[in-house]
Each structure stands twice: as structure tokens, then as C-alpha cells.
């Protein structure tokens, strides 16, 4: 039972470049989360995913796009990179059992835009 | 809407002492608050959560958090520091009301460094 796992680990881009951040989570949990961590910011909600087939914006959606692949999996995707997108990047899940209500973290990307 | 303070940056206490660090919130409803840790170079790790009940909790690592209503506030506690704990503790909270997407609402996080 690996839990939240994310790939890549770590990237360099340069600006203007794509790429696609992976999330998959072996826990049956219907809601998937990205995250953005910036010093002296905390945690900041880009997008979620309240179930498979369906995505909403979080507090800061531009610059990105998310896809909801199927229950497992929840891609984050930088169509041309920002220098301001310079970060790390978690994935969360949390499952659907009453009162669970806790959110499950992955090990992060950090990321560099140049 | 829903937010969370935590009013200091850095936490330093002596290994065996107790610690505290400090977190107060807003929300419309009930609260549902959480606090994770994040050691270095590593993902938010859970501690412990209030959803409801005793408003003394208990989570992982012998950490403990009191819910108080009056003051809005959920204080994350040890009787007793570990260098160990050496890390960022984030406070969270969700509005209990919320529907579906379940957002957390984080704060900035205080960094805890128990000095030997």
C-alpha cells in the first residue's frame, strides 16, 4: 500500500516549456487535491477533484490545468511555465468514510522554472 | 469564507520542556481542524483532527490539541520536546457545513526547533 505517490520527484524547466505532473493514490478515495507550497504561503489549493469525472478550481487555478484520469489517478499540467510557478507541488487524497475527513499527502515535486 | 492564523514564524523550546505552537481560526460554521507536520523534504504527515466531541485531542507522536470555541482557537501541545520534532507544523481547518469538495483552508506554518 504505497499511498499518495508522485512523479517526478524533482524538475527543472525552462520558461515557456509543458510539462505534466502525476498523482495516483491506491487508497479507494473518491477526492484528489493539488497543492502549491511556497515559503512564508503555507499550502495553497490549485485545483480538486471531489470525485472521478468531475474538477473545480482552488484558490489559484491560473497557469494550470488538471485532469481526472480515473479514481486513481489526478494529473496537474503546466501548458507554458512561469518563472512565478517556481514551487512544490502535493498531491492529496481523502476518502469518503464518514467522520475520515483527513487528507493524505504525497511526497511532492519541486519544481524550477528558469 | 474560512481562514487560519498561526502567529508565530518560529517556535524554539529545550528538549524535555513542554511546547506549544498556536493557531487560531475563522469559519462561518462549525470548524473541523487539523494539524500536519512536514519534516524536511518531505510531504504533510497527519496528526490529529477535531471534528467534534472532547475538546482535548489526542493524535500521533504524543501530540495533543485543545479546541476552544470562545477563543477560536486550536493549540497544538507536548509535555515533553524531542528534537525529533524538529519540523513545520501546519494548522487546517474546513468549514463543517461544506459540501463536496471538503477544502482545507492552511496556515502558513511554524517552524518548531527543539534545541538539545
Known amino acids: 500500500n504505497a499511498g499518495v505517490t508522485q512523479t517526478p520527484k524533482f524538475q527543472v524547466l525552462k520558461t515557456g516549456q509543458s510539462m505534466t505532473l502525476q498523482c495516483a493514490q491506491d487508497?479507494?478515495?473518491?477526492?484528489m487535491y493539488w497543492y502549491r507550497q511556497d515559503p512564508g504561503m503555507g499550502l495553497r489549493l490549485i485545483y480538486y477533484s471531489a470525485s472521478e469525472g468531475t474538477t473545480d478550481k482552488g484558490e489559484v487555478p491560473n497557469g494550470y490545468n488538471v485532469s481526472r484520469l480515473n479514481k486513481r489517478e489526478f494529473s496537474l499540467r503546466l501548458e507554458s511555465a512561469a518563472p512565478s510557478q517556481t514551487s512544490v507541488y502535493f498531491c492529496?487524497?481523502?476518502?469518503?468514510?464518514?467522520?475520515?475527513?483527513?487528507?493524505?499527502f504525497g511526497p511532492g515535486t519541486r519544481l524550477t522554472v528558469l | 469564507a474560512q481562514s487560519v492564523a498561526q502567529p508565530e514564524d518560529q517556535v524554539n523550546v529545550a528538549e524535555g520542556n513542554p511546547l506549544t505552537v498556536k493557531c487560531t481560526y475563522s469559519v462561518s460554521g462549525n470548524p473541523y481542524l487539523f494539524w500536519y507536520v512536514q519534516y524536511p523534504n518531505r510531504g504533510l504527515q497527519f496528526l490529529l483532527k477535531y471534528i467534534t466531541g472532547d475538546n482535548l485531542v489526542k493524535g500521533s507522536y504524543g501530540f495533543e490539541a485543545e479546541f476552544n470555541e470562545s477563543q477560536t482557537s486550536f493549540h497544538l501541545k507536548k509535555p515533553s520536546a524531542l528534537v525529533s520534532d524538529s519540523a513545520l507544523y501546519f494548522c487546517a481547518v474546513r468549514d463543517a457545513a461544506g459540501a463536496g469538495s471538503y477544502q482545507l483552508t492552511f496556515g502558513k506554518g511554524t517552524k518548531l526547533s527543539v534545541i538539545p
Open positions: 492529496a487524497s481523502r476518502g469518503l468514510a464518514k467522520h475520515t475527513d483527513t487528507q493524505y
Open positions: 487508497m479507494n478515495h473518491n477526492s
